[in-house]
């Protein structure tokens, strides 16, 4: 049971470029979270999905996309990277009302 | 909207208790969470108390709640060395499938 894993754990784009981060679960869950984390700022919720196929702006939506193809799998998408989306990036999942349970992170650097 | 607030820094003496406050916004709260940031890491379920209850004690720790005035605390006893962490709070409310997110307190350990 790996839990919540994600894909890559470091990535260095420049301003412009494109990339995914892909979540992966395998507790069968229903829920899946993407979240930043700055400085100071705490987590904040960029999108969200509540099932296979569904998906749902957070607090800070603007600059991704998101993708819920399969149930296991959560896609965050940054069509044109900006150096304001450099961060550290967390995916999240739980079954309704139960535990979050965290990914390790990726960290984003974009120069 | 929904807001959760804390302090961001505490600064303990080793084998002195520790107390993490937090204050939120929405009154239909039903869960209440602590979650645990190691350095590099994803955040971990510390613990957590449904709104209809005033306390809960997990070993050294204890989770008061204050619905009235819809404040929550963590108090750690004999605070140690591996308690150095962020702490953050976090609600959820009945009718969201969403996590609101405090911006996390940074515990610190004086020996």
């Known amino acids: 049971n790996a839990g919540v894993t994600q894909t890559p754990k470091f990535r260095v784009l420049k301003t412009g470029q494109s990339m995914t981060l892909l979540c992966a679960q395998d507790m069968n869950h229903e829920y899946m979270y993407w979240y930043r984390q700055d400085p100071g700022m705490g987590l904040r919720l960029i999108h969200y999905?509540?099932?296979?196929?569904?998906?749902a702006k957070g607090e800070v939506p603007d600059g991704y996309n998101v993708s819920r193809l399969k149930k296991q799998n959560f896609l965050l998408g940054l069509e044109s990277a900006a150096p304001s989306q450099t961060s550290v990036y967390f995916c999240?999942?739980?079954?309704?009302?139960?535990?979050?349970?965290f990914g390790p992170g990726t960290r984003l650097t974009v120069l | 909207g929904e807001d959760v607030e804390q302090s961001l820094f505490l600064s303990v003496r080793e084998g002195d208790s520790s107390v993490i406050n937090c204050t939120y916004t929405?009154?239909?709260?039903?869960?209440l969470y602590w979650y645990k940031q190691e350095p590099g890491a994803g955040l971990q379920l510390l613990t957590y108390i449904f709104s209809n209850m005033d306390m809960k004690q997990d070993q050294r720790l204890t989770v008061l709640l204050n619905k009235k005035d819809k404040h929550l605390s963590l108090r750690i006893a004999d605070t140690q060395t591996g308690d150095s962490a962020i702490y953050f709070c976090a609600e959820r409310n009945s009718s969201a499938s969403k996590i609101i997110f405090g911006s996390g307190t940074r515990l610190s350990i004086r020996p």
């Open positions: 999240a999942s739980n079954k309704n009302w139960g535990e979050q349970f």
């Open positions: 929405d009154s239909s709260s039903t869960y």
């Open positions: 999905s509540v099932g296979e196929g569904t998906t």
